[in-house]
C-alpha cells in the first residue's frame, strides 16, 4: 500500500472552507485516494473517494493532483459537527492477482472546529 | 446512525470468559470486516470475509476466532482474552472483493468497546 502522510492537526474557524491536505508520493497507478472521518467514539465514516479526476459530493471535494502524488479534502462550509480525525488512504489491490483489496488507516488529521 | 449494526456497544469480560460480537448488514454486500482500534490509534484490519469465506487473516491471534454464518452476519468469538486486547472492534462491509469492487467504499458500525478485566 502507499503510504499517506497528513499534518497531525489542523484547525479551522465555523462557516470557513476546511482544506485538509494529504501526500501519498509513492501512489501506484491502480490505487484509489480514499477519505474517512472519525467523530469521537463513532465508527470511520465514508466522505469520497477519487483515481485521477476531481469528485464533489454532498459532503466534500476531493481534488488530486496531476501527478496523484497528493490531494485535498475539501470540507466548504465548516460546522462544529465536522470536528474529527480525518483519514486518507491509498487503497491497493491486496496481491497482483487483485483477488482482494485492503484499507490501511495512518494517523490522520484531527481537524478541530471552532466557533 | 450506520447500516452496519454492531451489538452490543459496550462489553466488559472476564480473561476466561467466551463471548461473541456480533455485526449485521442489509445492503447485500459480500465482503465484511473486523477491524481493532486502540485508543488513540487507527484502525487495523483483523479479518476480510467475501462471499462467506475468510479470505484475510492479518496473523490475528487465535483466541480471536471469526465466523460468518450467512452474508448478512459476522461475528467474532473471543475467549481467554488478554487486557491487552481492550480496544474499539469495528465491523465493516462492502460490495465485494476484487478489482472489480476496488473503487467500493466500505460502510463501518460504530464499534464494540471492549475491555478485559
Known amino acids: 500500500d502507499a503510504k499517506t502522510t497528513q499534518p497531525p492537526s489542523m484547525d479551522c474557524a465555523e462557516g470557513r472552507a476546511a482544506n485538509l491536505p494529504c501526500n501519498h508520493s509513492?501512489?501506484?497507478?491502480?490505487?484509489?485516494v480514499y477519505w474517512y472521518r472519525q467523530i469521537h467514539s463513532q465508527g470511520p465514516q465514508y466522505i469520497i473517494h477519487g483515481l485521477k479526476n476531481n469528485e464533489t459530493n454532498e459532503m466534500a471535494s476531493l481534488i488530486i493532483t496531476e501527478d496523484r502524488k497528493s490531494s485535498t479534502l475539501i470540507l466548504p462550509h465548516a460546522t462544529l459537527r465536522d470536528t474529527a480525525v480525518y483519514y486518507c488512504i491509498a487503497a491497493a489491490l491486496f496481491n497482483s492477482g487483485g483477488s482482494n483489496y485492503k484499507l490501511t488507516f495512518g494517523k490522520g488529521t484531527l481537524l478541530t472546529v471552532n466557533p | 446512525d450506520t447500516e452496519v449494526t454492531q451489538t452490543p456497544k459496550h462489553l466488559v469480560m472476564g480473561m476466561t470468559n467466551k463471548k461473541s460480537l456480533k455485526c449485521e448488514q442489509h445492503m447485500g454486500h459480500r465482503a465484511m470486516y473486523w477491524y481493532k482500534q486502540k485508543a488513540k490509534k487507527p484502525p487495523e484490519l483483523m479479518f476480510v470475509y467475501s462471499y462467506e469465506k475468510l479470505s484475510i487473516n492479518e496473523s490475528v491471534p487465535s483466541r480471536f476466532s471469526p465466523e460468518c454464518p450467512n452474508s448478512s452476519l459476522l461475528n467474532l468469538h473471543l475467549h481467554a482474552l488478554q487486557p491487552e486486547d481492550s480496544a474499539l472492534y469495528l465491523c465493516?462491509?462492502?460490495?465485494?472483493?476484487?478489482?472489480?469492487?476496488?473503487?467500493?467504499?466500505?460502510?463501518f458500525g460504530d464499534g464494540t468497546r471492549l475491555s478485559i478485566l
Open positions: 509513492t501512489i501506484s497507478g491502480n490505487e484509489y
Open positions: 465493516a462491509s462492502s460490495q465485494g472483493q476484487g478489482r472489480r469492487y476496488s473503487n467500493q467504499p466500505q460502510h
